[in-house]
């Protein structure tokens, strides 16, 4: 939760759960500012930073989104976007897509890291992997649907999948799939560890030191696009900075050259004249937990909670005043549609009438402060991501000042981007979530805010929207962009439920020292990557 910005939960081109860069999510840009003014210079070392560690690397493992941004560089995919949204080239040369069924030809001499070339069989065994329900893969329903299969021709270089369920962006999202090939097709705790051997993209994992860095070395035999073009680096660190001002200094040091700032830093750093490319990312939302008999159960309840902040003031905290309120879940450029579906379904600002909801729903308040019903007291847990900066943590503490003056026990939880997944997808215990998801396609939130919770799926609030599954089994009948509105509507449902609560989003500059790039899906693109001779 794709989010950096604000850690996110990422879904591929699409999300997830929490992290940017030195943060966590978003969108793309090409950038500005002065950044790399030399001459390009060939080969070096391209260092950049994030905020936590990304842990299991596993391509069809994780959604988390500072994982994904490391895979980029380990892992090609079918198909890229252009800045438009339209397919390009990737792995595949063509590819013919509907709702049910996508076809891909393979480009000639692709190569694995280990050399071996790249096989139609070996693309196929990532797509059944992910749509294998036993595998549990959390790409499933938001990449591949449960169920979908594939079928190689090796003599032909092409693969053809049959989606478990119609998808309205079947080949954007079966062709932003990373793939992997090799002995990490048999034995998954390589491609966990960084797919040594395993991979397909420009750059080939050499160094995995959990928590501190991770070492990635250029192929000498890669084939891509951008595979001759001039400042490229010949390696790349990637440092795990939790602290945002040391961070800040390794960039202004120069042993920094690429880390996305999304607090107060990112100020001093704007002084300097210094190159950033901005990512838009979904900073501001809140999920509650809808298990048993958790308060979050109670749409009054969570209506009430909404109700009593100022999203407004609460995402002026978060964002340091850079950001903007939300229009809606999907923040990732290119995005698939575009639209309002927040102005209006939100609870509007009152705290008075807040109280009198939570009275309503039986949370009396007795002469301490703190609600009860029947003998339970009224008690949250809040968890916000240490990852993503100060700004979070000062969010949190007002979210708690507020809902303690209507009643509430807010026990503040702090966590980095594995935490966060675990707690999420693993133990449930949480109240209150302030990680985000980042989205680029509407299919991608699906997973999330219906079917199986986990372990079985990734619906990890419990949320059961009967006005949003029908809508969305509407619009998956359409193809692409004909269903928008549909989509629109269906996030219109969740919303007015407070099923999620989307309420600010951030821009936070990507800086880059002795460097340019552009930034797209949330992350460093590995291909755009020019260094200079400063």
């Known amino acids: 939760m794709r989010g950096g910005a604000g850690h996110a939960v990422r879904v591929g081109p699409v999300v997830v759960v929490a992290a940017l860069l030195a943060a966590g999510c978003g969108g793309g840009g090409s950038g500005s500012g002065a950044g790399g003014k030399g001459a390009l210079a060939d080969g070096g070392n391209f260092t950049v930073a994030y905020a936590s560690d990304p842990g299991s690397l596993d391509p069809a493992k994780t959604v988390m989104s500072i994982a994904i941004g ?58 059944d992997y992910i749509g294998d329900p036993k ?60 797919g040594k051997g395993s991979g397909t993209g420009m750059f080939a994992m050499t160094e995995a030191v959990a928590g501190d860095h991770y070492t990635l070395t250029r192929r000498k035999d890669y084939k891509g696009p951008a595979a001759a073009a001039k400042g490229l680096p010949d390696k790349v660190t990637v440092r795990v900075v939790a602290n945002e ?18 607090g107060p830093e990112q100020q001093r750093l ?42 407004s003031d609460l995402g002026k905290v978060i964002t340091s005043g850079t950001g903007k309120p939300s229009r809606g879940m999907l923040t990732d450029e290119p995005r698939a549609c575009t639209g309002d579906s927040v102005t209006g379904n ?112 990734v619906n990890f609030s419990g949320v059961d929207n009967s006005a949003y599954t029908a809508l969305v089994q509407k619009a998956s009948q359409q193809v692409g962009a004909a269903g928008c509105a549909q989509w629109q509507q269906a996030e219109a449902a969740l919303i007015k439920h407070v099923d999620v609560v989307p309420y600010y ?18 992350s460093i693109v590995p291909s755009s990557i020019r260094m200079y001779a400063e």
Not at 408 to 419: I, M, Q
Request: hydrophobic residues 40%; proline residues 6%.
């Open 270 to 311: 704007a002084a300097q004249k210094m190159f950033h490319a901005d990512v838009q990312a979904p900073l501001g939302e809140m999920y509650f937990n809808q298990a048993g008999t958790r308060p979050g159960a109670d749409e009054r309840v969570r209506r009430a909670l909404v109700q009593a902040l100022d999203l």
């Open 346 to 457: 939100l609870p509007a600002h009152d705290l008075d009438a807040a109280k009198s909801a939570l009275d309503a729903a039986g949370w009396t308040q007795g002469a301490g402060g703190t609600r009860t019903k029947g003998g339970k007291k009224l008690t949250l847990s809040l968890l916000y991501g240490s990852q993503n900066g100060p700004t979070m943590a000062a969010g949190a503490e007002l979210i708690q000042k507020v809902w303690k003056s209507a009643g509430a026990e807010v026990t503040l939880k702090a966590v980095d981007s594995p935490g966060l997944n675990s707690t999420l997808f693993g133990s449930g215990n949480w109240d209150v979530s302030m990680g985000p998801v980042a989205l680029s396609v509407p299919t991608q939130l699906v997973p999330f805010m219906s079917g199986p919770t986990p372990p079985k799926g």
């Open 505 to 522: 989003n951030s821009l936070t500059p990507v800086f880059g020292k002795s460097a340019r790039f552009e930034v797209g899906q949330g």
């Open 245 to 262: 001002t040391t961070t800040a200094n390794l960039l202004l040091s120069g042993e920094l050259n690429a880390a996305a700032v999304a």
């Open 135 to 194: 595998n549990k893969s959390p790409l499933a329903g938001v990449q591949i649907q449960p169920g979908t299969t594939a079928k190689a021709d090796d003599a032909q270089r092409t693969v053809t999948l049959t989606s478990g369920a119609p998808d309205a962006f079947l080949l954007r999202n079966a062709g932003s799939v990373p793939i992997a090939c090799g002995r990490g097709l048999k034995d998954r705790t390589v491609l966990a560890q960084g």
């Open 70 to 127: 490391i895979n980029r560089y380990v892992y090609d995919s079918l198909v890229g976007l252009d800045r438009n949204g339209e397919p390009v080239a990737g792995l595949a040369q063509s590819w013919q897509a509907t709702t049910t069924k996508a076809t891909f030809t393979l480009r000639p001499g692709v190569t694995c890291s280990d050399g071996a070339p790249l096989t139609a069989s070996d693309v196929a065994a990532n797509i």
